[in-house]
Each structure stands twice: as C-alpha cells, then as structure tokens.
C-alpha cells in the first residue's frame, strides 16, 4: 500500500514557498516522477515511496535554506538521489553503477544502421524510420503503447533509465541531469543516445512478439 505523502494539509506547511514555489505545487507536479526515479535505485516500490517520504521531509526542513543555485527540480532529484542511495546501503543491495566503456564493449551501437552517418546530407536523422504502429489510432491502442513503454523502460539498466526519466519525462535540461547523476556533459549525452537507442529498440521487440 502507498504511504501518503509526508507533507502536512493545507493551511500550514503545504503553503511555505521553496524556490517561489509552494510546496503543494511541488508534491502535485513532482511526487511520482520523484518515486519513478527513486524505484530504479531500490528493491521495491514500497522503498522508493520510502525514500522520497524521507525526501519530503528534508525538503520542509531545508525550504527556508534554498538558495536557489540550481532549479528546484534539480534540487528535489538530487535529495532523491541521496535518500534512495542511503535506503539501498540499508538493504545492503548496493549494484555497480553501469559504465558506458563496459557496455559499449558488451553491446555496441543501439543505433547502428538506423541513422544517416557523418557527412550525410541528412546526417543524425532517421535512415529507418520508427515504426508506424507506435501511433496510437484509440485508447486501447494507447493503452498498450503504455505498457510497452514501462515494460521498455524497466529494461533499460539503471542510469540510462535514470536518464530518461530526467530528461523525457520530467524534463529536466542537459545540464541539470548531468549534475543530479553526476556526469560530465559529454557523458550524459553519450548515455542519453545509448538510452534512447535501447529503449526504441526494447519497444520495437515487444512490438514484434
């Protein structure tokens, strides 16, 4: 079962401003993208909603400290980030984070043969373009798309899926998913091509069952 979210009602603490930002507002646009996120560092669901109910509570206490130095979306994944981390070492789960070279090494290209390569006219676009049957035509359509997409996403070794979820879903820049992951600017764009390869590529598999 879901444990409700750590911030008190409206009227007291829900109304404090963290960045210009109420909090409520924070708690509604960033909760379950905080919990997708915090879910590809732990065991469980349950745990991620632990984690991030552990972040709530140090983004009240910390609200007034916020200096503004970074965005608070960078903000609030970066607290994500070290509650998910200090609940995995309880769990004594702790994995490797994945390295490009290693899995450049083990799998090579997601990409390779899709794109029009260097000193193409059409250089960095489609040269096989994604199927059409990700075009949902209905809702049961659509709902299939859905699940594909998750299933593809859980697939995805854990920082590219960390990626993905910063920058496609919560839409995160360049530059703030690379600080909250810690990765250099050229790192994060090789992993984000990687991601998005392995992810279109888990997707067309499920696809073709």
């Given at each position: 079962m879901v444990t409700p979210v750590a911030v008190p009602?409206?009227?007291?603490?829900?109304?404090?401003?963290?960045?210009?930002?109420?909090?409520?507002?924070?708690?509604?646009?960033?909760?379950?993208?905080?919990?997708?996120?915090?879910?590809?560092?732990v065991s469980s669901p349950t745990v991620a909603e632990e984690a991030v109910q552990e972040a709530w509570v140090q983004v009240l206490q910390s609200a007034d400290s916020f200096e503004g130095r970074s965005s608070v979306s960078t903000w609030l994944f970066s607290i994500v980030r070290n509650t998910a981390s200090r609940h995995r070492r309880r769990e004594s789960r702790i994995r490797d984070h994945e390295l490009l070279a290693d899995a450049d090494a083990e799998s090579g290209d997601?990409?390779?043969?899709?794109?029009?390569?260097?000193?193409?006219?059409?250089?960095?676009?489609?040269?096989?373009?994604?199927?059409?049957?990700?075009?949902?035509?209905?809702?049961?359509?659509?709902s299939e798309l859905v699940g594909y997409v998750r299933a593809a996403l859980d697939a995805l070794p854990e920082r590219q899926r960390q990626l993905?979820?910063?920058?496609?879903?919560?839409?995160?820049?360049?530059?703030?998913?690379?600080?909250?992951?810690?990765?250099?600017?050229?790192?994060?764009?090789?992993?984000?091509?990687?991601?998005?390869g392995n992810l279109r590529n888990e997707l067309e598999k499920r696809y073709r069952r």
């Open positions: 009602p409206e009227g007291t603490e829900s109304e404090r401003l963290v960045g210009g930002v109420p909090l409520a507002n924070l708690v509604r646009d960033f909760h379950r993208p905080m919990v997708n996120f915090a879910r590809t560092m997601p990409l390779s043969g899709r794109m029009h390569p260097a000193g193409h006219p059409d250089a960095g676009h489609w040269s096989v373009p994604p199927s059409q049957r990700f075009l949902p035509e209905d809702r049961t359509v659509e993905v979820i910063l920058r496609d879903l919560v839409g995160t820049s360049a530059d703030e998913a690379a600080r909250i992951l810690g990765l250099s600017a050229e790192g994060q764009r090789a992993l984000l091509y990687r991601a998005r």
